[in-house]
């Protein structure tokens, strides 16, 4: 199956800079790549996602970059802000066969933004 | 559409007590994701449905723990017995596997086991 590992576990940035978080993973069939955002006590929500056929996708403050040969994939956030605080997921797919798949997330980041 | 729901939000049980979770998927969505979260193991996938029938259960911890969906709009985990290291946040989430593998989590339930 899929092994996802993720880092940093924490992370603390002044508000303004800029915060990356890189995840890795195994299975070199993955061709989808998400993140999710999780404040706390709350549910975890869809942020960005990418796809293999492209090397990097930006959605305003965010953006996500792909590296498949090396099997690795990034989180960028620029110009941060207090409500960015949160923990952070990656995850990849694994297939078991039939077209069925499931989501493996990473241990997760969590982002402290500090004003 | 509502989104996924789950009920109870919070439940505070015995140990020794059966606990039932609920889940209602999006409407339309083909599969449906059992998750729990602890601060020790993080986000752990349990079961998962591909239209109503169980795909994988390999994340199942124990005899304990069973899950089932016995139509497209709904899904019960249910833990009988339970015990003190079953407290943890359990989230549903459903996709539709045509779109792409995007999950939408619901709101999650707050298990609590003394």
């Known amino acids: 199956g899929e092994n996802v590992e993720q880092h940093p576990s924490t992370l603390s940035v002044q508000e303004g800079d800029s915060a990356v978080i890189k995840c890795t993973y195994s299975?070199?069939?993955?061709?989808?790549f998400p993140w999710y955002k999780q404040e706390l006590g709350k549910r975890p929500q869809l942020i960005i996602d990418?796809?293999?056929?492209?090397g990097e996708k930006k959605d305003q403050r965010i953006a996500v970059t792909l590296n498949k040969t090396a099997k690795h994939f990034s989180l960028h956030i620029t110009e941060t802000q207090p409500e960015d605080s949160a923990v952070y997921f990656c995850a990849a797919p694994s297939y078991s066969g039939a077209g069925s798949y499931q989501l493996t997330f990473g241990k997760g980041t969590k982002l402290s933004v500090i004003p | 559409d509502a989104g996924v729901i789950q009920s109870p939000r919070h439940e505070v049980t015995e140990m020794g007590q059966e606990v039932t979770l609920r889940c209602k998927p999006i409407s339309g969505h083909d599969y449906l994701f059992w998750y729990r979260q602890t601060m020790m193991r993080g986000l752990e996938l349990l079961i998962y449905?591909?239209?109503?029938?169980?795909?994988?259960d390999s994340g199942m911890p124990e005899d304990r723990f069973s899950a089932k969906m016995p139509n497209a709009s709904f899904s019960t985990l249910k833990i009988q017995p339970s015990e003190p290291r079953d407290s943890a946040v359990y989230f549903c989430?459903?996709?539709?596997?045509?779109?792409?593998?995007?999950?939408?989590f619901g709101a999650g339930t707050r298990l609590s086991v003394l």
């Open positions: 989430a459903s996709s539709l596997g045509a779109s792409g593998n995007i999950q939408y």
């Open positions: 299975d070199s069939a993955s061709n989808y």
């Open positions: 449905f591909n239209n109503n029938v169980p795909i994988d």
């Open positions: 990418i796809r293999s056929n492209v």
